[in-house]
């Protein structure tokens, strides 16, 4: 009888995320950690206690650019202490059970897919949209296997230093990291905004969340904030309609939820930028899974691939 459970992992920028999650696409049990320089023994840790004879595999979604056939991170710019790492195969030989390891947004995109906003569709775009920006594609109902790394699109010929090693990529204007260090950046410079008295005003410690929650209450800081990072990100879909034309432009990741400023000014640049007789085709919509797709998709890598 086939096993009932898969461990999903999602490691990104900021957090880790764990789950159990039953064949169904149900999160059994979920744990959530903050993203450290001890991410391999947190990620140890979490396993151990969700681990059972019920569990056939484990999942991993990992920011960055990975070699899935080797088990490998080549380079992770939001979380670099996992690079070069052979991830799988240390998670194998602790655990002994089959380990999977893919791109964050390609195991989004895997989740969206299987039980989320994209099953209905045999070919879409999911955009990640988070600490740092990433791209997941599904052609004729299967994940293709290629970087899509979006986030790392060129936008600005001479624009700002990515810590990718590039210049000028999108999420170093459309990412939750550059919203933050645009937004701080203002208020260094001495920009009243209601935002400098956050957080007893060690605005440092300001969250994307606290930008929309300020915008949506008429801050001006925090609506030219959102506004120009949307622009930014509407470049980029109007060039994945261009390039590809899907049926359908998920979005997840946290900024997704600041739809009403954020991602309306992406869907207004897009629909500038890209041709009409496209643009029109295409549906942009919402993740169904939020932040639980890239887990969710991680534990259904597990169900596709190890029996």
């Not at 999903?8 to 064949?23: E, Q």
């Not at 056939?56 to 990992?62: E, K, P």
């Not at 001006?220 to 930014?232: F, K, N, P, Q, V």
């Not at 060039?239 to 049926?247: A, G």
């Amino acid at each position: 009888m086939s096993k009932a459970q898969a461990i999903g992992i999602d490691i990104g920028g900021t957090n880790l995320r764990v789950s159990l999650v039953s064949r169904s696409g149900e999160i059994i049990r979920k744990i959530k950690e903050p993203s450290s320089k001890d991410v391999v023994n947190t990620l140890f840790h979490s396993i151990e206690s969700l681990m059972s004879d019920e569990v056939a595999g484990i999942g991993i979604g990992v920011a960055g650019l990975v070699d899935s056939a080797n088990g490998r991170i080549f380079i992770s710019p939001n979380l670099p202490v996992i690079e070069g790492i052979p991830i799988a195969s240390m998670i194998n030989d602790r655990f002994s059970v089959p380990v999977f390891l893919e791109n964050d947004a390609n195991t989004a995109a895997i989740g969206e897919k299987w039980i989320g906003a994209g099953k209905d569709f045999a070919n879409f775009f999911l955009f990640t949209l988070g600490t740092g920006i990433g791209g997941g594609i599904i052609h004729n109902r299967k994940l293709l296997g290629v970087p899509a790394e979006i986030g790392h699109m060129t936008i600005e010929a001479n624009g700002e230093k990515c810590p990718c090693g590039n210049s000028g990529c999108l999420e170093s204007y459309a990412s939750a990291r550059a919203i933050l260090s645009k937004a701080i950046s203002a208020l260094e410079k001495g920009r009243e905004s209601p935002l400098k008295n956050c957080y007893g005003g060690n605005f440092y410690k300001l969250t994307t969340e606290d930008i929309y929650r300020f915008s949506l209450d008429g801050d001006s800081l925090a609506r030219e904030t959102l506004r120009d990072a949307g622009r930014y990100l509407g470049i980029g879909i109007a060039n994945i309609i261009n390039l590809m034309w899907p049926e359908a432009i998920i979005l997840t990741g946290g900024l997704a939820g600041a739809w009403s400023i954020y991602v309306q000014e992406a869907i207004k640049e897009a629909s500038r930028r890209a041709f009409r007789e496209l643009f029109e085709t295409v549906k942009i919509i919402p993740s169904s899974l939020i932040d639980d797709a890239g887990i969710i998709g991680a534990a259904g890598l597990v169900f596709e691939e190890a029996e």
